[in-house]
């Protein structure tokens, strides 16, 4: 009896373990350190010569704001393909327009509500990386009010992911007029208030 009370047991511990061990790889893509240590570097190009910032403004700049980091925000995904990526013309700031491809869609929960973000590129053969600009119910409030973006860095598998909205970034254009920035399609805007990353 003892035996078996003590197998249950050693059973029972493995189980939570491996619980901890399925959350830990839930947050895979979120790394709170190397957050703050990519804010810092941002905030210290943002004083230097390739700064979108004027001339005139890099001096008395103390940094840009941001959300705490929120492991809640960083959310697995699930990356759809699309058989045939379909071009299409991405407005920007600059009333100029982009050639773009939709070449897939990530679908992740939040807060218990389904959301879907499509992924775009500029080259189709760009092998590095997903841009997922988006809107949301902060804009305006208290980040900037066109959108902003995530740049995701494209998996071997493709098809497993998380979205850290922790990265979520203002374009230069927010802080310069004078840069063209590509303006988010009316499909990706998103209904809940996504109060994490870069705000304005």
Do not use: W
Request: net charge negative; charged share 20%; with cysteine.
């Amino acid at each position: 009896m003892t035996t078996r009370i003590i197998l249950i047991s050693i059973i029972a511990i493995s189980f939570l373990i491996s619980c901890e061990e399925d959350h830990d790889m839930a947050l895979d893509g979120y790394n709170e350190q190397e957050i703050i240590e990519a804010r810092r570097e941002k905030d210290e190009a943002f004083r230097g010569d390739g700064s979108p910032l004027p001339a005139h403004a890099r001096e008395s700049f103390k940094g840009l704001s941001y959300y705490e980091p929120d492991p809640d925000f960083a959310v697995e995904a699930v990356f759809t393909r699309a058989a045939a990526p379909d071009s299409m013309l991405m407005q920007t700031s600059s009333n100029e327009l982009r050639t773009a491809y939709r070449v897939g869609t990530f679908s992740f929960s939040l807060n218990k509500t389904k959301l879907t973000l499509r992924a775009y590129q500029f080259n189709r053969t760009d092998n590095e990386s997903y841009f997922v600009p988006f809107t949301d119910n902060t804009n305006g409030s208290s980040t900037y009010l066109a959108g902003r973006y995530l740049d995701v860095h494209i998996l071997e598998s493709d098809s497993a992911y998380v979205l850290d909205f922790n990265t979520a970034y203002s374009p230069y254009c927010a802080y310069n007029n004078n840069f063209s920035c590509p303006i988010v399609p009316t499909e990706n805007n998103l209904n809940v208030a996504i109060t994490a990353g870069e705000k304005k």
